[in-house]
């Protein structure tokens, strides 16, 4: 999984949680625009050196931001350095299911889409739609321009799950928390991870808040 540097940490968390309550090991890659991202939306501070401490902090809080929210054990969490490029994830002999970018910044898709490997987290999805694996792009932006569309249908086109970060209201939504996990849960049904983070629609009118 992969953090770039647009708005939408929560999002972000959210998965990270959903695929730790599934059972899945997970490689993770914090941008370096991210980070700024994050100190502005949680303001925590995520640093190399600290990463666990950094990580579990930030999926302990909501999308309120309050802290103790949640209670996640991260020891099934992979940290790589986005500098990294001699990481596991930059190379097709390193072997995942696939990679999910949430959110996905324009720039990152850009970088993506271009193949230009600026970093770790551009490399390991270029490598990801190489070698044939699921690359599902959560982008966060709006409006987008046409620069940025034609990038995203490049994407498509290359095999990649082009995921815009929507939020519906069919589920019953009471909170922003709600929001955010049915992106986050769209997310992981893009990726064939089972999740209870929101309530599926059953076709009929009312159907989406029953148990």
Do not use: N
Not at 35 to 41: C, I
Not at 49 to 71: I, Q, S, Y
Not at 143 to 160: F, I, M, N, Y
């Amino acid at each position: 999984m992969g953090v770039s540097g647009a708005s939408g940490t929560p999002y972000a968390a959210s998965v990270l949680r959903g695929l730790l309550a599934a059972g899945e090991s997970v490689d993770l890659v914090v941008s370096r625009a991210s980070r700024l991202t994050l100190l502005d939306e949680t303001g925590i501070a995520f640093r190399d050196a600290h990463w666990r401490d950094d990580l579990v902090e930030w999926l302990g809080r909501g999308a309120d931001g309050k802290p103790g929210t949640f209670r996640v054990d991260v020891s099934d969490v992979r940290y790589w350095a986005a500098g990294d490029l001699a990481a596991g994830p930059s190379s097709g002999s390193y072997a995942t299911k696939g990679m999910l970018i949430v959110p996905a910044s324009t720039a990152g898709v850009a970088g993506v889409a271009l193949g230009l490997s600026k970093d770790l987290l551009q490399r390991a999805a270029s490598v990801t739609l190489k070698e044939g694996r699921r690359l599902v792009v959560c982008v966060r932006e709006t409006p987008l321009g046409g620069q940025t569309l034609k990038h995203l249908v490049s994407l498509d086109e290359a095999g990649a799950i082009v995921l815009p970060a929507s939020p519906a209201f069919y589920a019953g939504a009471t909170h922003i928390q709600d929001l955010v996990d049915f992106v986050a849960g769209r997310v992981l049904d893009a990726a064939d991870v089972p999740h209870e983070l929101y309530r599926r629609w059953k076709g009929e009118l009312g159907s989406s808040r029953e148990g």
